[in-house]
């Protein structure tokens, strides 16, 4: 790829991110409630009896030249016990292979309850993962590589203090809770209310220097489903709203005025079978007071097979750029399909209660 003026503002964006505050480290998704399990391993296992498999896909600004793309897989399960368990895999490529990173990691959850009676419990996570870094500096022609007759005869080289490859083990740690709500003895309102806590090891960043490390990251996360008394469209079932907040900060000094927020906040209207939202979002660099700000619109399809025990979810989602990045960058495309199976987690010899 040839270094254009356009090209050349994308490789200095992939390093301002990776200058200020390793934000490209962390992936971050349009739906957060579809991949909680990411921002929380605390997320692990939530459904007795069940087992969940997802796969998103995350396209950022295809306007630009180069390819900005994710894909996350994860499995996730819980039997009749405390505990919940979770595999999961990332695949990032930031400017058509001149950034690429793979993770694969393992997540643990274990369950208490407040109250046994009327289902108020916790979950305690914990996650590790290795990843794999790689920059390739060959993606981009640059002009002193270009012979006026013979056209890219040159080699281009990395700069100074720059490292080709790195890889390392990452760990974190979540807490979360849920919280029915009843009222007139009828559900109201489910409450699912979390707090995460990434890179508690602060691995070492080799791409940039040798004492680099990667920044703590600390997160919030909110997701409620309220009951109304509407019917869904296939009037079997109540119409929900579900409203949320997602929170991160990180940086080298947690919430303070060099550190890095992200926000998104926003509601989904849940009408069996379809589903859909309007969330806002903002990443803040709080030193500079610039940030990316942009609406994402969500509509889904969940159906069931005729058993009940399989459930399909599938969404879509485009973030609108706001501000002056909107013709430049043309937003974000995000698809992801959740396949949920549910077996009788209760059956004392069933095969998943181990």
Wanted: hydrophobic residues 35%.
């Amino acid at each position: 790829m040839i270094i254009t003026a356009k090209s050349r503002f994308l490789l200095y964006l992939v390093f301002f991110a990776y200058t200020q505050v390793a934000s490209a480290q962390d992936v971050t998704f349009s739906q957060p409630w579809e991949n909680r399990t990411y921002y929380n391993p605390a997320f692990v296992g939530l459904q007795e009896g069940q087992l969940n498999t997802l796969m998103t896909y995350r396209k950022l600004w295809p306007n630009f030249p180069g390819n900005f793309s994710n894909i996350h897989v994860s499995v996730d399960l819980k039997a009749h016990n405390n505990y919940g368990l979770g595999l999961y895999a990332i695949s990032s490529d930031e400017g058509g292979g001149f950034l690429k990173s793979n993770t694969v990691g393992m997540s643990y959850s274990w369950r208490g309850y407040f109250s046994r009676e009327r289902n108020i419990y916790f979950q305690l996570g914990v996650k590790g993962s290795f990843s794999d870094e790689r920059l390739d500096f060959n993606k981009y022609v640059y002009s002193g590589n270009l012979h006026e007759i013979y056209g890219n005869i040159f080699t281009t080289t990395t700069p100074n203090n720059i490292n080709e490859k790195q890889n390392y083990w990452d760990f974190g740690a979540g807490f979360m809770t849920y919280i029915p709500w009843e009222r007139h003895d009828r559900e109201f309102m489910h409450n699912y209310i979390g707090f995460s806590v990434s890179h508690l090891t602060r691995p070492k960043d080799n791409l940039m220097e040798e004492d680099s490390r990667i920044p703590m990251k600390i997160g919030l996360q909110w997701q409620a489903y309220l009951r109304t008394t509407v019917y869904s469209l296939d009037k079997k079932s109540s119409l929900y709203i579900a409203p949320g907040v997602f929170f991160e900060n990180q940086g080298e000094k947690l919430l303070s005025s060099s550190s890095f927020n992200n926000i998104m906040v926003g509601t989904d209207l849940i009408t069996d079978p379809f589903f859909g939202g309007i969330w806002y979002s903002s990443q803040l660099l709080n030193s500079s007071k610039e940030n990316y700000k942009a609406l994402t619109f969500k509509l889904g399809l969940k159906l069931n097979s005729n058993n009940k025990t399989l459930e399909y979810r599938l969404a879509y989602s485009y973030d609108m750029s706001l501000g002056n990045l909107v013709k430049s960058t043309e937003g974000s495309h995000e698809i992801s399909f959740n396949i949920a199976y549910k077996f009788n987690a209760r059956y004392k010899y069933n095969i998943f209660s181990f």
